[in-house]
């Protein structure tokens, strides 16, 4: 007799058979690599994507500035980036895939512009 991996159910049909269903399947997949420690790539993948859904909802004009310590305090961090875009008058912009950011002083006070990314930014 043989059970399921997930749900501990009795499996009938092909011998080789692991799961009752394919949400047992999952879940079981799921609960696995939730334990698994996270890999070099997850965590920079994690962090990439935190930094976008962040510079996303402090960037609802397509421009903004925001206190460096806002964006730090939920957890951006500008060392991880997608890609870079150098401006004409020399400014670089590094992007978290479709959202910019460029570190500036203004009144003593660090800041970060952030932009949208424009057609005109191929060239």
């Excluded at 305090?73 to 400014?91: D, E, I, Q």
């Amino acid at each position: 007799m043989k059970y399921c991996l997930a749900c501990e159910e009795e499996l009938e049909g092909r011998v080789d058979k692991k799961y009752c269903s394919e949400y047992c399947k999952s879940a079981y997949h799921y609960e696995r690599n939730k334990q698994k420690e996270k890999t070099l790539f997850r965590k920079i993948d994690d962090q990439l994507k935190l930094n976008r859904k962040i510079l996303r909802k402090y960037n609802t004009a397509g421009k903004a500035t925001v206190r460096k310590a806002v964006l730090h305090n939920k957890g951006f961090n500008p060392k991880y980036f997608t890609h870079g875009w150098r401006a004409k008058n020399g400014n670089l912009w590094l992007f978290c895939y479709e959202y910019g950011f460029m570190k500036r002083v203004e009144n003593e006070k660090e800041k970060y512009v952030l932009v949208t990314w424009q057609p005109y930014m191929e060239d």
